[in-house]
T-cell receptor, first 112, second 115 residues
Framework: AQSVTQPDIHITVSEGASLELRCNYS??????LFWYVQSPGQGLQLLLK??????LVQGIKGFEAEFKRSQSSFNLRKPSVHWSDAAEYFC??????????FGTGTRLQVTL | GAGVSQTPSNKVTEKGKYVELRCDPI?????LYWYRQSLGQGPEFLIY????????DSGLPNDRFFAVRPEGSVSTLKIQRTERGDSAVYLC?????????????FGQGTRLTVV
């Protein structure tokens, strides 16, 4: 069985501060991993994805994520958060075809 | 429009009624997915179409849920005898192929409320 765990339900950071959102996965083969962002009233937008190769993946809006097989993790990072980054963030794993298994999400609040 | 379109954006229905939710995928995308997102949860897979056929319907919770894609483009998710527990946001996604490395593009969802 495959699963994705996002341990933090809610995180608050100050604008300009660094950010790290945690994601752990369970999967029996090479994982295909994604981070999506969901703003209120908006659909899910892909931030970045990891399939193979370089374990540090760059995405849109200044986000990056690092795949660590030994820790079964795929944490999302941003060096300096902007107020517009406030949203819900989902980590997901692709199993069969493009069928995605999502984590429960982390809600990011940014204080000014 | 260039994106995945879902209609209606909001639907309120009475318990026991039948509802249909529509998804217009991105033109040319052969794969189409339905997910359900309950409050405070991540999206959960319902069903996946490759072309006209349902390649994987393992996520449909029971036989009250059914989906079709008769011409390989637009899809309709149908829910019979709705229950209050069916209240959720129903998300549709499409992708140009069905491989694990193919990006899925999501619509904004239909918020279904069963009263």
């Amino acid at each position: 069985a495959q699963s994705v765990t996002q341990p933090d339900i809610h995180i608050t950071v100050s604008e300009g501060a660094s950010l790290e959102l945690r994601c752990n996965y369970s999967y029996g083969a090479t994982p295909y991993l994604f981070w999506y962002v969901q703003s209120p009233g908006q659909g899910l937008q892909l931030l970045l994805k990891y399939f193979s190769g370089d374990t540090l993946v760059q995405g849109i809006k200044g986000f990056e994520a690092e795949f660590k097989r030994s820790q079964s993790s795929f944490n999302l990072r941003k060096p300096s958060v902007h107020w517009s980054d406030a949203a819900e963030y989902f980590c997901a794993l692709a199993g069969t075809a493009s069928k995605l298994t999502f984590g429960t999400g982390t809600r990011l609040q940014v204080t000014l | 429009g260039a994106g995945v379109s879902q209609t209606p954006s909001n639907k309120v229905t009475e318990k026991g009624k039948y509802v249909e939710l529509r998804c217009d995928p991105i033109s040319g995308h052969t794969a189409l997915y339905w997910y359900r997102q309950s409050l405070g949860q991540g999206p959960e897979f319902l069903i996946y179409f490759q072309g006209t056929g349902a390649a994987d319907d393992s996520g449909l919770p029971n036989d009250r849920f059914f989906a079709v894609r008769p011409e390989g483009s637009v899809s309709t998710l149908k829910i019979q005898r709705t229950e209050r527990g069916d209240s959720a946001v129903y998300l549709c996604a499409s992708s140009p192929g069905s491989g694990r490395n193919t990006e899925a593009f999501f619509g904004q969802g239909t918020r279904l409320t069963v009263v």
